[in-house]
């Protein structure tokens, strides 16, 4: 493609060494780019891209996209951030596969993964493809393997180099999780929303957001965008319910869902079991009874969310109900390794999620039984949830054993006992410290009856945990089935 088409979304720009070179293909990692790339300087926490452009230019690049001029003797286009008009380039160089695809974002700080898995069952049900993009990858169709992701939602190239690839297989359906750092970092910038859903917002990224208002801001840019025509599914029952109404334009067909205040899908008469939920949802003037796999209030809330949006794409109600009947589980998210105890493993890594998921398995926990957690936080990561988790950790459980999730950079030690500042009083019968996450699963095996409920929270689906100077295979569910009877 000739460096003209790859820049013609663009309007503020300026050039120099201006030539109409051929463009085979896009980099912003001087050590992976090519010949005839476009190489992206970005400027990143750690490193400036502005640095590596003689690299990129020596190992074959055409012309860069970069902030400043360059002393380079190659066609320069030059912008005031590369970063958040890179989805610019990368959008015309693929063809914008998205107007090609009926796609539909989901956002939120809790459930985005479960919903989007749900809406591609539902999707398959009625015969159609669908393919997924999100925190555990991206797959063509819920049968396939996953594909690896390094962020929940893609940078630029890589989405519009896999939307490409499925708009040419001919994939019609895309659901994808869409981030707030995608959306304020303009990553999904160009892309063609058919539909947007807003699972929930709680605390979560505020190392980056600073606020909550900053951070409800981010989410609602992919509703504030929504083209005419097209569907918004919004929870009602979420605080910030009324705040994503009001930013979505007039032409957008607007869904609610809830249990708790008026929507136009409600869930009532709702029953947990070890076997799932069942409940009644009403729609329509119309009511139909489920019976899901899935577990826990969140369940039935994410299960609404998929109800919603398949009706606005006008699916069946008899096949939505179906689809969801038939969904196991998603990997990761209350999913069950052991019966006796009953061990779950759960992604739950902010204050909202562990809260949800300790509420639902306090619902199978026999009477005479305990419930106990094992957590930790996330380092270089917000700081201010982890007392609160601590709390909710101590309140909500019977027993708790504090250890490490990803320190990264962080000493483990001091993590631990940030958290340790939201539990009230350290009882020396209930509360556990265990650095060692491995350590911390066998330990379980100590403190634990057969008829007991554990939580395992924070990793989920996750097969690595990041070290000070290294990352390396860690899967809390391979560990909890070495501890305990596996399913």
Not at 110 to 115: A, L, R, S
């Amino acid at each position: 493609m000739l460096l003209s088409k790859v820049i013609r979304l663009l309007k503020d720009y300026k050039t120099k060494n201006y030539a109409d070179v051929e463009i085979d293909g896009i980099s912003y990692n001087s050590l992976l780019t090519k010949p005839k790339d476009i190489f992206i300087c970005i400027r990143g926490e750690a490193s400036d891209g502005h640095k590596y452009a003689v690299s990129a230019v020596e190992k074959g690049a055409s012309a860069l996209f970069c902030e400043e001029e360059l002393d380079i003797n190659v066609p320069q286009i030059i912008v005031k951030d590369t970063k958040r008009t890179m989805a610019k380039i990368a959008a015309a160089f693929y063809n914008e596969p998205s107007k090609d695809i009926n796609l539909i974002g989901v956002t939120g700080t809790n459930g985005k993964t479960t919903v989007t898995h749900l809406i591609q069952r539902i999707l398959e049900e009625n015969n159609e493809q669908c393919a997924l993009i999100g925190t555990l990858g991206y797959k063509f169709s819920s049968s396939d393997e996953y594909k690896e992701a390094k962020h929940t939602t893609p940078q630029p190239p890589e989405l519009q180099h896999d939307l490409r690839i499925m708009a040419d297989k001919n994939i019609n359906n895309v659901v994808m999780e869409v981030s707030s750092h995608s959306l304020e970092q303009q990553r999904v910038g160009c892309c063609d929303f058919d539909g947007a859903v807003f699972t929930n917002l709680t605390q979560d990224h505020l190392d980056y957001h600073i606020t909550m208002g900053n951070y409800f801001k981010a989410k609602a840019i992919l509703f504030e965008n929504l083209k005419n025509g097209a569907f918004a599914v919004i929870n009602a029952d979420d605080s910030y319910a009324k705040q994503f109404i009001s930013v979505i334009p007039n032409g957008v067909n607007l869904y609610t869902y809830g249990v708790k205040n008026d929507a136009d899908i409600k869930a009532k008469d709702i029953d947990f079991s070890v076997d799932g939920a069942k409940l009644t949802v009403e729609f329509n003037g119309k009511s139909v009874k489920m019976s899901l796999h899935l577990n826990g209030m969140f369940s039935v809330y994410n299960a609404l969310a998929a109800f919603a949006a398949a009706l606005a794409m006008g699916i069946d109600s008899n096949i939505i109900v179906k689809a969801l009947e038939n969904t196991k589980s998603v990997a990761g998210r209350f999913e069950i390794v052991s019966k006796k105890p009953l061990v779950i493993v759960d992604y739950a890594h902010t204050p909202d999620g562990l809260e949800n998921v300790l509420k639902a398995a306090r619902e199978l926990t026999p009477s005479a039984s305990n419930l106990i957690c094992l957590f930790g936080c996330g380092g270089d990561r917000d700081t201010t949830k982890r007392p609160k988790m601590g709390k909710i950790a101590d309140e909500l459980s019977d027993k708790v054993i504090v250890t490490s999730d990803n320190p990264r950079s962080e000493d483990p030690q001091l993590i631990i006992s940030d958290i340790m500042t939201g539990i009230k009083t350290v009882d020396t019968q209930r509360i556990f410290v265990e650095p060692d996450r491995r350590e911390a699963i066998k330990f379980l095996k100590t403190i634990s009856k057969p008829e007991d409920v554990i939580v395992i929270a924070g990793k989920g689906h996750e097969d690595y945990q990041i070290l000070k100077n290294e990352t390396i295979h860690f899967d809390d569910r391979e560990e909890a089935r070495k501890v305990f009877a596996v399913v």
